[in-house]
T-cell receptor
Framework: GNSVTQMEGPVTLSEEAFLTINCTYTATGYPSLFWYVQYPGEGLQLLLKATKADDKGSNKGFEATYRKETTSFHLEKGSVQVSDSAVYFC????????????FGDGTTLTVKP | GAVVSQHPSRVICKSGTSVKIECRSLDFQATTMFWYRQFPKQSLMLMATSNEGSKATYEQGVEKDKFLINHASLTLSTLTVTSAHPEDSSFYIC?????????????FGPGTRLLVL
């Protein structure tokens, strides 16, 4: 079956530091890959996505590249802000699996001023 | 665009009562909606897939008689927790997938926090 493995947290960084949150996946077909962000007490918001190999998703300074050869979709940001503090979920979705998403366990990021 | 709302955002009820949670796609039609449950500091657990006009598909281990799902229109799905007990206390999140176009992206509601006393 499908699975998503994320870097364990929590991750604590100082403002303006570089962020990497690792994500690898296992899938039977050709999934689309997503990063979602969840702020305290809220639902998930789509941060970025990529639908095929070598695609790069980007949004709000975050980016991730779909690497089929390493089955990875690592999230990066060059300079984090305090407002980026949240839980980040990596996920995959396959149309052949009724569009269901498989989520990683989430990585909590805390950015200190 | 692609906004999903949930109501109520927070509910406290007595043990044994039933609670209905609504999930609405505000600016798009959603043939499929998903219901998740999230425990503190954990990932989302898919409970069921709700398809407009047909019966929901429940994940293994989820009691369909306890968690009633109705998807009566292309913009509304409801989850009713019947005879709620304290162990049903959780954060319930719905998501919707747009009909047509990008059918792999899910848009999430803000969640409903249920506390059963």
């Amino acid at each position: 079956g499908n699975s998503v493995t994320q870097m364990e947290g929590p991750v604590t960084l100082s403002e303006e530091a570089f962020l990497t949150i690792n994500c690898t996946y296992t899938a039977t077909g050709y999934p689309s890959l997503f990063w979602y962000v969840q702020y305290p007490g809220e639902g998930l918001q789509l941060l970025l996505k990529a639908t095929k190999a070598d695609d790069k998703g980007s949004n709000k300074g975050f980016e991730a590249t779909y690497r089929k050869e390493t089955t990875s979709f690592h999230l990066e940001k060059g300079s984090v802000q305090v407002s980026d503090s949240a839980v980040y979920f990596c996920a995959l979705s396959e149309w052949t699996n009724a569009g269901k998403s498989t989520f990683g366990d989430g990585t909590t990021l805390t950015v200190k001023p | 665009g692609a906004v999903v709302s949930q109501h109520p955002s927070r509910v406290i009820c007595k043990s044994g009562t039933s609670v209905k949670i609504e999930c609405r796609s505000l600016d798009f039609q959603a043939t499929t909606m998903f219901w998740y449950r999230q425990f503190p500091k954990q990932s989302l657990m898919l409970m069921a897939t709700s398809n407009e006009g047909s019966k929901a598909t429940y994940e293994q281990g989820v009691e369909k008689d306890k968690f009633l799902i109705n998807h009566a229109s292309l913009t509304l799905s409801t989850l009713t927790v019947t005879s709620a007990h304290p162990e049903d206390s959780s954060f319930y999140i719905c998501s919707a997938r747009a009909s047509g176009g990008d059918q792999e992206t899910q848009y999430f509601g803000p969640g409903t926090r249920l506390l059963v006393l």
